[in-house]
């Protein structure tokens, strides 16, 4: 399987990335986003080497690094040229996340956890994407104006994490504003065996709504060593189509990506 470079650090965009196409397209449903805003000196610890965490100011101008809390439901998981793949097409997700940055890439999203009751699911994407799933008694469903998401994991990593909210009125998401900054990312990296991955996600723009958290029960940010947060964001959207690329290795010597190998 050949290299082939997408990004140089400082440099332009390669054949790769003009050719882009999808190899996975799922939708997403009832997305929940809650975020907890933190000094960046208590983030930074969880960064890899060779990224930058990404910041924004809170309410009061101050900089702040942000953790999400992001469940939602996975459904109709599929190529581009098939149908959706049994035992792995629908299934609920609660993950933690923050923001970075590495010269020559686009604002991404890092994923700490990804919570799925699915076994197939966590295997494939730990096998494909070298992001941490981790088996879960997950659940995650609106009634009528209101969703509730809860996850309980057990292993090297336990966990317990439930929370109930009501949906708002619309958002703009304003360019430059923090909705923008939290939902807005188009590409994702993941550290496995000391070895950091990218790959790109396509989808619409969010539709989204405010949220009021009424009630929350997390876990999950104590269990990466983080203090408990303090949530100071939530918002709603409905669903979108998206899209992932193939993942690709960064080079740490030129920022250069080539195609992973499988597991």
């Known amino acids: 399987m050949g290299a082939s470079t997408i990004v140089g650090k400082g440099g332009s965009a390669g054949s790769a990335e003009r050719a882009w196409r999808a190899r996975w397209v799922q939708r997403w449903l009832d997305l929940t986003f809650l975020h907890a805003a933190y000094d960046p000196r208590v983030v ?16 009061n101008g101050r900089e702040k690094a942000w953790v999400g809390l992001v469940g939602f439901r996975i ?8 149908p ?12 933690v996340r923050t923001y970075v940055r590495r010269d020559g890439f686009d604002p991404a ?8 009751p699915n076994r197939f699911a966590c295997a494939m994407g730990r096998i494909l994407y070298k992001v941490p799933y981790l088996l879960a008694a997950t659940e995650h469903a609106r009634q009528g104006g209101f969703l509730h998401s809860s996850s309980v994991r057990n292993g090297s990593l336990p966990a317990r994490t439930e929370f109930r ?23 994702f990296f ?23 958290v009424e009630r929350i029960e997390s876990g999950h940010f104590q269990a ?23 993942p690709a290795i960064v080079d740490e010597g030129d920022a250069a990506l080539h195609p992973a190998e499988p597991a």
């Open 165 to 187: 909210a009501a949906l708002g009125e619309a958002i703009a998401g304003e360019r430059g504003s923090l909705e923008e900054f939290l939902t807005n990312r188009s590409r």
């Open 109 to 116: 999203v890092l994923f700490l956890t990804l919570d799925a």
């Open 75 to 82: 459904a109709g998981t599929r190529p581009p040229w098939g």
């Open 224 to 246: 990466l060593g983080l203090p408990p947060p303090e949530w100071a964001h939530a918002c709603y959207c409905e669903g979108v189509r998206s899209e992932f690329s193939r």
């Open 44 to 59: 930074k610890p969880l960064i890899p080497r060779g990224l930058e965490l990404d910041t924004h100011p809170d309410c």
């Open 84 to 95: 959706p793949l049994p035992l792995l097409s629908s299934f609920p997700e609660l993950n």
């Open 190 to 212: 993941a550290l496995w065996r000391g070895v950091l991955l990218t790959a790109s996600v396509r989808h619409p723009p969010y539709r989204l709504r405010a949220l009021r």
